[in-house]
């Protein structure tokens, strides 16, 4: 079956360094990938998507890599805040015909930045 | 510009109530796609709709929930008899199109949903 896995467990780290989340897929071959935050009371926001044929993807602070051997992405947040201190979705295409938009998130990691 | 609108922010049903959930996509968007949330859980598909019609329900329980997205007004979801087990978040979100190119899903703040 379908799996995205992402660590459940909460990642702490210091003000100013670099957090590395990780989200894992089994019997998906997606199209692309899509990262989103999600703070406590409030919807996902969407961060960044990145395609298959797309090695690593960057937003300012943010850098996302996709490998598609490995099916595997990574998350970066560079120089870290108090402010980034949130929940992370990594989500993936359901795929089929008429499955549009549709998403299939993992379970989030939630990140705590610590001042 | 409007974002996604979620309508009630909460609501406290009894066990046997029904609850209807509303949610307007943001302006020039005819997807909308349900989800659930348990506490400390992932976000869970139930339902895919474009106006009028019922795309994908495979997330859905087949007894006591239904959803619409009609021509005119907002997507309602709809649980009827609820029980303490569906107690969790709803979020409701929205996308323009559907193409290669993966438009982002835009969701709204949800709606907390309690059973007594």
């Known amino acids: 079956s379908q799996k995205i896995e992402q660590n459940s467990e909460a990642l702490n780290i210091q003000e100013g360094k670099t957090a590395t989340l990780t989200c894992n897929y089994t019997?998906?071959?997606?199209?692309?990938l899509q990262w989103y935050r999600q703070d406590p009371g409030r919807g996902p926001v969407f961060l960044l998507l990145?395609?298959?044929?797309?090695k690593e993807k960057r937003k300012e602070r943010l850098k996302v890599t996709f490998d598609t051997t490995l099916k595997q992405s990574l998350f970066h947040i560079t120089a870290s805040q108090p402010a980034d201190s949130a929940t992370y979705l990594c989500?993936?295409?359901?795929?089929?015909?008429?499955?549009?938009?549709?998403?299939?998130f993992g379970g989030g990691t939630r990140l705590m930045v610590k001042p | 510009n409007a974002g996604v609108m979620q309508n009630p922010r909460h609501l406290v049903r009894r066990r046997g109530q029904e609850a209807r959930l509303r949610c307007s996509p943001m302006?020039?968007?005819?997807?909308v796609y349900w989800y659930r949330q348990l506490p400390e859980e992932g976000l869970k598909f139930m339902v895919y709709?474009?106006?009028?019609?019922?795309?994908?329900e495979s997330g859905m329980p087949k007894e006591r929930f239904s959803a619409e997205f009609p021509k005119e007004g907002p997507s309602i979801l709809r649980i009827q008899q609820v029980v303490r087990g569906d107690s969790a978040a709803y979020f409701c979100?929205?996308?323009?199109?559907?193409?290669?190119?993966?438009?982002?899903?835009?969701f709204g703040n949800g709606t907390r949903l309690t059973v007594t």
């Open positions: 979100a929205s996308s323009p199109r559907v193409d290669r190119d993966a438009s982002p899903l835009h």
């Open positions: 019997n998906y071959s997606p199209a692309y």
């Open positions: 990145i395609r298959e044929n797309e």
């Open positions: 989500a993936l295409a359901s795929g089929g015909e008429n499955a549009g938009n549709m998403l299939t």
């Open positions: 302006k020039g968007h005819s997807h």
């Open positions: 709709l474009q106006k009028e019609n019922i795309i994908d």
